[in-house]
């Protein structure tokens, strides 16, 4: 997800949406998630995958939690990708990702369906250089070593801009590297660059040297997900209870826009994150985003990170992305390529 902290160590704590489009990190403890606590009441009860500083967080700053007419039982996952088998393997009913890790796991067969998406700015996607850095184009990565993790959306992001600069992967030696050893391979010189989401751009930026030497922004679709069991969208009680979830966490993504500092701080209390580079990560990505419908363009889009795996030979084969799509709440909402929410001038 993304990578945060110099040189002692740093606070790499996942986060939720965006880490979500992280790929490839381990599991939360044990076999799956780990228990975080139940709210609400009834005899009905959501298995809700998060992750650090998530869903969870987001829905009780915004006091979405408040009056919940069914239990919601959380479970903590360290990314995107273990949340997903959590919800293959039957033990989560839904959890919020990335656009990459669904890529993966659809690949992989998993049983699951996307059932509501977010349109975010994509400025906290980075390919990052250090200050003294002589790189000072896209292009000029050719023969340079870079840290990146493998399946994750800043994987894409990063395929996608050297594809755009009319390089391909094979121009550039890739580290894959999750967060944590990418910044101490970054911080310590033994990469050129490093491509990687936020809060780890944010944080690089304000405490590890950083530079960015080119953004998301125009290259990936910005898109994350809500992810379902399909059994729990076929029990009437389950798919109720979803729809209701959903709007709920529409309600606290606006209350996150107009309230950032408060966000922030909650954010950087749940996470460990210093509250500037909380805060500084929700007015440049995360505090943006805006809830879309999954509709034909956002399942074009995701088929291009699909085909651009394939040709990679990054995941065995291509695949139709649309038919782990399940759009039945969609409802009103506005297209997928709505524009983004804004706090003005990118930090």
Same mark, same amino acid.
């Given at each position: 997800?993304?990578?945060?902290?110099?040189?002692?160590?740093?606070?790499?704590?996942?986060?939720?949406?965006?880490?979500?489009?992280?790929?490839?990190?381990?599991?939360?403890?044990?076999?799956?998630?780990?228990?975080?606590?139940?709210?609400?009441?009834?005899?009905?009860?959501?298995?809700?995958?998060?992750?650090?500083?998530?869903?969870?967080?987001?829905?009780?700053?915004?006091?979405?939690?408040?009056?919940?007419?069914?239990?919601?039982?959380?479970?903590?996952?360290?990314?995107?990708?273990?949340?997903?088998?959590?919800?293959?393997?039957?033990?989560?009913?839904?959890?919020?990702?990335?656009?990459?890790?669904?890529?993966?796991?659809?690949?992989?067969?998993?049983?699951?369906?996307?059932?509501?998406?977010?349109?975010?700015?994509?400025?906290?996607?980075?390919?990052?250089?250090?200050?003294?850095?002589?790189?000072?184009?896209?292009?000029?990565?050719?023969?340079?070593?870079?840290?990146?993790?493998?399946?994750?959306?800043?994987?894409?992001?990063?395929?996608?801009?050297?594809?755009?600069?009319?390089?391909?992967?094979?121009?550039? @030696?890739?580290?894959?590297?999750?967060? *944590?050893?990418?910044?101490?391979?970054? =911080? /310590? %010189?033994?990469?050129? +660059?490093? !491509? #990687?989401?936020?809060?780890?751009?944010?944080?690089?930026?304000?405490?590890?040297?950083?530079?960015?030497?080119?953004?998301?922004?125009?290259?990936?679709?910005?898109?994350?997900?809500?992810?379902?069991?399909?059994?729990?969208?076929?029990?009437?009680?389950?798919?109720?209870?979803?729809?209701?979830?959903?709007?709920?966490?529409?309600?606290?993504?606006?209350?996150?826009?107009?309230?950032?500092?408060?966000?922030?701080?909650?954010?950087?209390?749940? @996470?460990?994150?210093?509250?500037?580079? *909380?805060?500084?990560?929700?007015?440049? =990505? /995360? %505090?943006?985003?805006? +809830?879309? !419908? #999954?509709?034909?363009?956002?399942?074009?889009?995701?088929?291009?990170?699909?085909?651009?795996?394939?040709?990679?030979?990054?995941?065995?084969?291509?695949?139709?992305?649309?038919?782990?799509?399940?759009?039945?709440?969609?409802?009103?909402?506005?297209?997928?390529?709505?524009?983004?929410?804004?706090?003005?001038?990118?930090?």
């Amino acid at each position: 997800m993304r990578a945060r902290h110099i040189a002692p160590v740093v606070l790499l704590f996942p986060f939720t949406l965006l880490l979500a489009a992280c790929g490839g990190a381990s599991r939360a403890e044990g076999a799956g998630g780990t228990g975080s606590g139940t709210d609400g009441k009834g005899s009905l009860t959501l298995n809700v995958g998060d992750q650090k500083g998530g869903s969870e967080a987001l829905l009780r700053a915004a006091g979405e939690l408040d009056d919940l007419p069914y239990k919601i039982k959380w479970s903590t996952f360290t990314s995107g990708p273990p949340l997903l088998e959590g919800i293959n393997a039957g033990a989560v009913d839904v959890g919020a990702v990335g656009n990459t890790p669904p890529v993966f796991a659809a690949a992989a067969k998993s049983k699951i369906k996307i059932i509501a998406g977010t349109h975010s700015r994509s400025d906290g996607e980075t390919v990052l250089v250090k200050k003294d850095s002589p790189l000072k184009r896209p292009a000029q990565l050719k023969g340079k070593s870079i840290a990146v993790a493998q399946g994750s959306s800043a994987h894409y992001q990063l395929i996608a801009s050297l594809k755009k600069a009319g390089l391909s992967p094979k121009d550039v @030696t890739l580290n894959y590297l999750q967060p *944590a050893d990418a910044l101490a391979a970054f =911080t /310590r %010189g033994k990469v050129d +660059a490093w !491509a #990687v989401w936020d809060p780890y751009t944010s944080q690089a930026l304000d405490q590890a040297g950083a530079r960015v030497l080119t953004t998301g922004q125009g290259v990936v679709n910005g898109l994350s997900f809500q992810v379902a069991a399909p059994a729990a969208l076929d029990d009437k009680k389950k798919s109720a209870a979803l729809k209701d979830y959903t709007g709920r966490l529409r309600r606290a993504q606006d209350w996150v826009f107009k309230h950032p500092e408060a966000w922030a701080k909650a954010w950087a209390k749940e @996470t460990g994150l210093p509250e500037k580079v *909380a805060l500084d990560a929700v007015r440049r =990505t /995360r %505090g943006t985003a805006v +809830a879309v !419908a #999954v509709d034909k363009a956002a399942i074009a889009s995701e088929q291009q990170i699909v085909d651009s795996f394939a040709a990679l030979k990054l995941i065995p084969r291509s695949y139709d992305f649309g038919s782990f799509v399940d759009p039945r709440f969609n409802g009103d909402l506005p297209p997928s390529g709505t524009a983004p929410r804004t706090y003005g001038k990118a930090h």
